[in-house]
């Protein structure tokens, strides 16, 4: 028996596992896919601190943080990280609310006018009126190759890495005794959930119902033949990052209802591909050629607050859900918040305001 089993190897898996790991505690990690199978691998892998809230802000420089200090030295390949910085690009009046939300947070930031940033960033295109308000600690990343990095370092530091599908949560009373995998029963003192948009269905074989809605979510790879740097434009609503062999990765604000995460994996609707191309041409000079696309679940609870903490009803079990379009950005940080909470260490952020128990007036019996 373990003392700790946590259920899926997403950022939020991977994030408390290696938190508890690196604590020397004694960890498995259970993932039905070696290099996790769910919304992060499809992410578009933009983590900002350009973010509209003070609090989503320091949880945003948190993860890097924490992610800078494990990537360490490692080469830029080995571990995904493919650029720094950020830009957001704005109508004049709203980059006064950007300027001052950074500031109360404490985060360097410069802003510039549309001659300014033209001359900087030659390869985007600018309108007179708009203001770039551009950041330095943000990060781009593959995250694919960031799973891969994440789930060897968790190895390293003792974290027993399983692929098994998990089937079912075997309950006695408010407690969970074992939980039931493709590789048999797994037992262990403290179960963390971080199965994103598939929490849903493993706690609805338990009779219970977390409030989130799952939506499909798209992003696509141009070729560019410029260099261009990470950057969203608020003005005609896109956000792009630079990828791998001169690319840029990300899409305009779709998203479509799904229901079934399953379903969510897969191709785009051809319609949102179309549109990201066009906003991309908006801003980027030079050509632009579609080479991937792809999409993938994202979980929104009813008041777009992740769901992060103890599950009422239940003595040992502890979720991480309703990361939205947010989880490489919050749930580094997040998640090595509840480890910490759970270890009986101070926790880097506070967990309150995202407890599972702010929906205990909801009937949550599935
Ligand atoms: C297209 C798209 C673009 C996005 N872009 C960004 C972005 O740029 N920046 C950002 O911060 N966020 C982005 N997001 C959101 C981000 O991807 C999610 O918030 C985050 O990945 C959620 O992480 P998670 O660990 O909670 O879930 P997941 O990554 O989904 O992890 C859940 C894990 O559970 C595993 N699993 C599921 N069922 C089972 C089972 N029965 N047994 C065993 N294992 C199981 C899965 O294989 C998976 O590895 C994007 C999301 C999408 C879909």
Redesign the pocket.
Known sequence: MARYLV?????????AALRLGMAGEDVIL????D??????????????VQLESEEEIRIAAKSIEILEELLGDGGRESTGLVSRGFLSIEDEEDSEETRELLRRAGVRFEQLNHVEASRRWPSLRFQEGEVVTHTWIDMGVE?GTL?EFLRERAVEVGVDVRR????YLGLEKNHVEFVK??GGELRADVIFL??????Q??LSKAGVRIPVWVI????HRFRVSVDAPAFADEVHQS?W?PGFDRTL???GYHAEPCGN?DE?LGR?NPEFGKDAERLLRLRVKGEVELVDE??????IPPDFEPIVGRLEGFENLYI??G?????????VAL?QSLAEEVMGLNPSINLEPYSPSRFAALDLKA
């Open positions: 259920l899926g190897g997403g950022i939020a898996g991977l994030s259970v993932d039905r896919m290099r996790g199978g769910g919304a992060t691998s499809r992410s578009a892998g933009v983590i900002t995250p799973l098994y599908e998990v089937l995998t493709s971080c199965m994103g948009p598939w929490n269905r493993i499909k979510c798209p992003a956000y990052r990765v990300g899409g995460p969510c785009p792809w999409a993938g679940p994202c979980s991480i859900d990361l939205r379009g947010y989880g490489l950005m919050k749930g998640a």
